[in-house]
């Protein structure tokens, strides 16, 4: 018997997110944000569930090639553009767009000749501080770009810090409208806790991610209330059941002592698998749809779930880690740490079983010759 954790990939779920986030910004184009291999679902898995998005936007070069190897002919965003020139000839060939974020890859785009015109989203550092020009030096980047012979579509971007928090976008709007007023070109602001909250970021690009994968944006929403479905869903089983007498202690390093007599399910999924290692005693998980709590410190292939009040819980019962029926941000939260995190982390190991795949034919990708 293989071993039992499984990732279920939902197509019906991100078609549906997409359909979704769609409906926040109809007069908008979306980019898909499909990074980290699709937010750990799977890049090729998400892209066909996605494929009636607008573009995708990826990290690296590899994966916008694979994209392309696949037979997407969307546009395809390079999110921190490229890290060295000798990139630029198979961004060229694969028909690649690219952010542009920093003077000096600015002027390495400057000082190539590209074989047909590349599409530019050129980014400024509104507050952020993490990627993109300041704004005093944005106009004169515009100014460059505009007149190199190698521009395609020029897009003005920028990246909200505080989206999903009281602070919001407003402040970091006020500095992009100043910096990029008057100048006409398409802009790209939003994230999803952007496009949720904030109607102003709305704008002829829009750049989802999380929300695409079923988790809410925003900590005081849950996926519920926006009507997310989640994308993943980590389930396992039980495969060994334990008897702690009052008194006995847990696991690595004994950090959970029993206060009274404790059935415990050992489960097939560890940190080797992407749990996160700092949830801790009270984490929630599901065992037959049932919530209660893992106990004492995980390990590298197992955890441990309290089952004292589950009697009809034993070796083979079903383990919720997350997904349907317990978003992911209550079980990140738990331990400290964010869905995205969880989502990314999950390793090659745990083998994924999609479900909800579009059989129509004219949902798949045209494969190019
Ligand atoms: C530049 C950029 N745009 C959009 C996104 C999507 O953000 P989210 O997953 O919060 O919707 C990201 C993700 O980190 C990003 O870096």
Redesign the pocket.
């Known amino acids: 018997m293989p071993r039992p954790l499984t990732a279920r990939i939902d197509h019906d779920a991100l078609r549906h997110n997409l359909a979704l986030a769609r409906g926040l910004a109809p007069d908008s184009r979306l980019m898909a944000?499909v990074?980290a291999d699709g937010?750990g679902h799977g890049l090729l898995r998400v892209a066909r569930a996605l494929s009636s998005a607008d573009a995708f936007?990826v990290l690296t070069l590899e994966d916008a090639v694979a994209l392309r190897d696949a037979g997407y002919q969307h546009p395809i965003l390079l999110?921190q553009g490229f890290y060295e020139a000798v990139e630029l000839p198979e961004i060229a060939a694969r028909g690649l767009m690219v952010v542009i974020h920093e003077a000096s890859q600015l002027d390495r785009l400057l000082a190539w000749r590209p074989p047909r015109p590349v599409d530019v989203h050129l980014k400024m550092n509104t507050g952020m501080n993490r990627l993109g020009l300041p704004p005093e030096q944005y106009r004169d980047a515009v100014a460059k770009l505009k007149a190199w012979p190698g521009l395609g579509e020029l897009t003005l971007m920028t990246?909200f810090a505080t989206a999903d928090e009281p602070a919001g976008i407003h402040w970091q709007m006020e500095r992009f409208d100043d910096a990029a007023h008057g100048i006409d070109a398409p802009r790209s602001l939003a994230?999803?806790?952007a496009l949720v909250r904030h109607d102003v970021a709305r704008s002829d690009w829009v750049?989802?991610?999380?929300?695409l994968y079923g988790v809410a944006?925003s900590v005081e929403t849950a996926p519920g209330d926006l009507d997310l479905r989640p994308a993943m869903t980590l389930t396992s089983r039980i495969i060994s059941v334990q008897h702690l007498a009052a008194g006995e202690r847990l696991g690595y390093g004994g950090t959970f002592t029993a206060d009274q007599p404790t059935r415990v399910g050992v489960v097939a999924c560890g940190y080797g698998d992407g749990y996160p290692r700092h949830a801790g005693t009270g984490t929630p998980i599901l065992v037959e749809g049932v919530r209660t709590r893992t106990l004492g410190r995980l390990s590298m292939d197992s955890l441990y779930v309290d089952i004292t009040r589950l009697p009809q819980a034993s070796v083979g019962s079903t383990v919720t880690l997350w997904g349907e029926g317990l978003p992911a941000q209550e079980v990140a939260s738990a331990a400290g740490t964010i869905a995205?995190q969880l989502l990314c982390g999950i390793t090659r190991r745990v083998p994924a079983l999609e479900v909800g795949v579009e059989t129509d034919p004219a949902a798949r990708p045209v494969v190019t010759a």
Not at 207 to 211: A, D, E, K, L, N
Request: proline residues 12%.
């Open positions: 944000v990074k937010y936007a999110l990246h994230n999803s806790a750049r989802p991610g999380i929300m944006p995205y």
